[in-house]
């Protein structure tokens, strides 16, 4: 059997990725967001710092790049924490790089300039402004009152060897002026990084790729800068359903860091997805991280964070690989008697549950035939003779949904009686 010629991919037609390594600084990294922006989610709750090491362990055998480990700005608790996460990231050997969110204020910056001589490594500082015209209204801000907030904050932290990237709130809905004039102030005072954000959600994968297009057309090399000596972040929000879209867009768009926070936690709607983003690069051949782990991380944040995990959330929800259907079961189960798994993976499912550490389950409901009953006794080691099918067949036929195994194990118990 030639598994290329079992599914046609109408997704490669007229697309080719590529990407010039001479023009990045390097290959597409992630940067993970869970611990601070994904915490300012509404529901969320701030996980002990056990369990944010653990999370943050992870992000390393993931093989993300970067990590966000908070706003030391946010009192002397979150500054405790991300002391003591430092500590566990070079005690460690971790390769994933910090960073903390600060405002462009230096009481926000100074607690870095700290935690950087005391653990000798460097700390990102993402510093963030508004600068969208609705933004600028409502503040009662101009253009001159920002270039000089961030020039202050900037020149700080390049003066204290804190490496910085800039990032412009709600880049999505600011003036191509604007975000030209700060994005390159901010690089000639020292800036290498650049975060290129969609705060509100409001940007469609069109909007990526036009905008981050003229960051590095005429904010990057109008500016008189080679495009390898910058760093372009893309960070995206869920507001309109569109994060792990958007997120893609900008890979194909030259983005070099991608944002995201598991199960997309965050502000409203929440961020985009680093899980779902993940699984789609990987599945495009974009990235070859080992996402085995995936799965664990997925429930460990939220069982910690409390973020909700949906039945039907892709590929990490407890529906993603089940199928009580007799149609789509019996496929399911064809292909497992082939004894391929790779065929069972594929046949009704665009992603291989295999490739995540999971796995096709089968179950029995008022839509299932006989062969998903048959399968399920079967692989329990219960002989499946015709008049105990017979019995489950009228009783599943009989449920309002898709029976969970004791209430099976209740209706054979009920048969033998």
């Known amino acids: 059997m030639d598994e290329k010629n079992l599914i046609y991919d109408w997704n490669v037609i007229d697309y080719e990725y590529s990407r010039n390594s001479a023009n990045h600084p390097h290959e597409i990294w992630f940067d993970d967001e869970t611990l601070r922006d994904g915490l300012q989610s509404p529901s969320a709750v701030n996980p002990p710092i056990e369990r944010k090491i653990e999370l943050l362990t992870y992000m390393e055998k993931l093989g993300i790049q970067k990590v966000d480990l908070g706003l030391p700005g946010a009192g002397p608790f979150h500054l405790q924490h991300i002391d003591s996460m430092l500590t566990h990231i070079t005690e460690n050997d971790f390769k994933i790089k910090p960073g903390a969110a600060v405002r462009t204020l230096m009481n926000d910056i100074e607690p870095l300039v700290d935690l950087q001589a005391k653990h000798e490594m460097q700390i990102q500082a993402s510093a963030f402004l508004g600068t969208s015209p609705i933004r600028q209204y409502t503040e ?56 290129v954000c969609d705060t509100c959600g409001h940007v469609t994968p069109n909007g990526v790729t036009q905008l981050l297009s003229f960051i590095d057309e005429e904010v990057i090399k109008d500016g008189g800068y080679n495009r390898r000596d910058i760093e372009v972040n893309w960070h995206g929000h869920q507001d309109r359903g569109l994060g792990v879209a958007n997120n893609l867009a900008a890979v194909d768009a030259g983005a070099d860091v991608i944002h995201g926070t598991a199960l997309g936690v965050g502000e409203r709607a929440g961020n985009a997805p680093i899980d779902q ?103 329990r080691g219960i002989e499946a003779s015709d008049e105990l099918v017979a019995h489950l067949f009228e009783v599943a036929k009989s449920q309002p949904r898709n029976m969970e195994d004791e209430e099976i194990h209740s209706a054979i118990a009920n048969f033998k009686d």
Not at 185 to 195: K, N, Q, S, W
Not at 285 to 297: A, F, H, K, R, V
Not at 303 to 315: A, C, F, G, H
Not at 333 to 357: E, T
């Open 140 to 195: 009662n801000w101009n253009m001159d009152k920002l270039v000089s907030t961030m020039e202050k904050a900037v020149s700080y932290a390049v003066e204290n060897d804190i490496p910085v990237m800039f990032v412009t709130e709600d880049t999505t809905r600011s003036k191509p002026e604007d975000v030209k004039l700060i994005y390159q102030r901010a690089m000639e005072l020292g800036a290498d990084r650049l975060c």
């Open 277 to 379: 983003t993940l699984v789609n690069l990987s599945l495009m051949g974009i990235i070859n991280n080992d996402l085995s782990l995936l799965n664990e991380y997925v429930e460990k944040a939220n069982e910690y964070i409390t973020v909700p995990l949906p039945r039907n959330y892709p590929v990490f929800g407890k529906d993603a690989f089940e199928t009580g259907t007799g149609v789509h079961a019996s496929a399911v189960i064809k292909a497992i008697r082939k004894g391929d798994n790779w065929l069972a993976d594929r046949v009704y499912s665009g992603v291989p549950a295999g490739n995540f550490g999971l796995e096709q389950v089968i179950r029995v409901g008022h839509m299932s035939g006989r062969s998903n009953i048959v399968y399920w006794l079967e692989s």
